[in-house]
């Protein structure tokens, strides 16, 4: 579980209403760390049966997309950096598209 110091919980609510999902970003990227992990320390890391890999891929997505309802509201006043949002957006987007037609065949729905 990610951890919110206590110097920064006070500053948590500045974010408004993206506060939970700030944290539900955190947290899905920790759960997915923890997870990619276990795999590889699983007998067969070297030859993962396709189902774990694409519960790994499932939750990078989820990931992705948490992230990317973040981006407008978390920009940082800089034009170099803000300017390539719509891009990361339309490529999350993109992705996700084609995981959604490729799930089932992974056993996942």
């Not at 506060?19 to 067969?44: D, M, W, Y």
């Amino acid at each position: 579980m990610p951890q919110i110091y206590p110097n920064a919980v006070v500053h948590i609510g500045e974010f408004g209403e993206c506060a939970a999902n700030i944290v539900l970003f955190f947290n899905r990227v920790n759960v997915t760390r923890e997870a990619a992990e276990r795999l590889l320390q699983h007998p067969s890391s070297q030859n993962l049966p396709s189902g774990e890999v694409a519960w790994a891929v499932e939750g990078l997505i989820r990931i992705a997309e948490v992230g990317i309802q973040l981006l407008p509201d978390l920009k940082t006043g800089i034009a170099a950096e803000d300017q390539h949002d719509d891009d990361v957006i339309n490529n999350v987007e993109s992705k996700l598209n084609d995981w959604n037609t490729r799930r089932s065949a992974f056993g996942v729905s």
